[in-house]
């Protein structure tokens, strides 16, 4: 069992900068695939990026939406992962979700295990 719980929402102008945290328990966090997932009012969850670790180093993956302007990261000493957001728009806007599964994938319903959820808000 994994518990998860984000924090670093907020309101942004456009242009501005936020750092998500997603704090996870249990002692087995570098076994699990995180991601980081967002869901805007009326739409469906989407997939913002996630981040794998083996013995050999991580790798990471993104949405082509964020590519280039997010980053997603993970200390596995402190159980966290984080998601470092810069040139953020107005449609960026929406409730981020942290989450742990066991294989990296695009797609919410392979993770087992999600976060409360924390709003950030882009104001242009």
């Known amino acids: 069992q994994v518990q998860l719980v984000e924090s670093g929402g907020g309101l942004v102008q456009a242009g501005g900068s936020l750092r998500l945290s997603c704090a996870a328990s249990g002692r087995t966090f570098s076994r699990y695939a995180m991601g980081w997932f967002r869901q805007a009012p009326g739409k469906e969850r989407e997939f913002v990026a996630t981040i794998t670790w083996t013995w050999t180093g991580s790798s990471t993956y993104y949405a082509d939406s964020v590519k280039g302007r997010f980053t997603i990261s993970r200390d596995n000493a402190k159980n966290t992962v984080y998601l470092q957001m810069n040139s953020l728009k107005p449609e960026d806007t929406a409730v981020y979700y942290c989450?742990?599964?066991?294989?990296?994938?695009?797609?919410?319903?392979?993770?087992?295990?999600w976060g409360q959820g924390t709003q950030v808000t882009v104001s242009s």
């Open positions: 989450a742990a599964g066991y294989s990296t994938s695009q797609a919410p319903h392979e993770y087992t295990y």
